[in-house]
Nanobody, 124 residues
Framework: QVQLVESGGGLVQAGGSLRLSCAAS????????MGWFRQAPGKEPEFVAA????????YYADSVKGRFTISRDNAKNTVYLQMNTLKPEDTANYYC?????????????????WGQGTQVTVSS
């Protein structure tokens, strides 16, 4: 089992940047496939990005490709989401999620563990 805690959210102007972090508990972090999702009020959770066990493969939603970068540091039990050129439509609560199988997954139901989320607000 793993516990996840996100941080790094906040208020930023359009065009700005934020870096989200997700710290995980446990000694087996490197065997969890990690993802970032976001959810705006009244909307379903939306896949943002994912990364394989050792960071060799990354995956992005079309809406963030070229602007966001997911990475992980297994020695620090942490996954990151660098968000550049932010847009008002990126405003949402951002969650990190983990699952055991090292296979890409874009649906929230495929992930087993979730953090509490961190709010990102982009003003125009």
């Amino acid at each position: 089992q793993v516990q996840l805690v996100e941080s790094g959210g906040g208020l930023v102007q359009a065009g700005g940047s934020l870096r989200l972090s997700c710290a995980a508990s446990g000694r087996t972090f490197s065997t969890y496939f990690m993802g970032w999702f976001r959810q705006a009020p009244g909307k379903e959770p939306e896949f943002v990005a994912a990364i394989s066990w050792f960071g060799t493969s990354t995956y992005y939603a079309d809406s963030v490709k070229g602007r966001f970068t997911i990475s992980r540091d297994n020695a620090k039990n942490t996954v990151y989401l660098q968000m550049n050129t932010l847009k008002p439509e990126d405003t949402a609560n951002y969650y990190c999620a983990a699952k055991r199988t090292n296979r890409v997954a874009g649906l929230s139901r495929e992930y087993d563990y979730w953090g509490q989320g961190t709010q990102v607000t982009v003003s125009s």
